[in-house]
Nanobody, 124 residues
Framework: QVQLVESGGGLVQPGGSLRLSCAAS????????MGWYRQAPGKQRELVAR???????NYADSVKGRFTISRDNAKNTVYLQMNSLKPEDTAVYSC??????????????????WGQGTLVTVSS
């Protein structure tokens, strides 16, 4: 069973920093794009940042210059370093991965997975 497990959320004061991690585990052949999304109360889920297998990145305008996405392909892990946090960054953050899982000899299947979500609260 392939799954994504997130960690690193919590409560932080405005201007503070947090680092989120998301590790993929299971029978993974390869991972294409990994990304972070967030959903604030009463709002739709939105893309925060994503990164390709070769390190190409893109960010939501609202987080450019403050957040940095990175990944460790050897560990099948994606990170989100969040600096200069604002109250409007408060949301449940979920990681997403587009990957190929190996089900058996010659049997590879493309999956899109979501993590369980981790709450980030920015408040004084």
């Amino acid at each position: 069973q392939v799954q994504l497990v997130e960690s690193g959320g919590g409560l932080v004061q405005p201007g503070g920093s947090l680092r989120l991690s998301c590790a993929a585990s299971g029978s993974i052949f390869s991972i294409n794009v990994m990304g972070w999304y967030r959903q604030a109360p009463g709002k739709q889920r939105e893309l925060v940042a994503r990164i390709s297998s070769i390190g190409a990145t893109n960010y939501a305008d609202s987080v450019k210059g403050r957040f940095t996405i990175s990944r460790d392909n050897a560990k099948n892990t994606v990170y989100l370093q969040m600096n200069s946090l604002k109250p409007e960054d408060t949301a449940v953050y979920s990681c997403n991965a587009d990957l190929f899982s190996r089900y058996g000899a010659g049997d590879y299947r493309r999956l899109e997975l979501w993590g369980q979500g981790t709450l980030v609260t920015v408040s004084s």
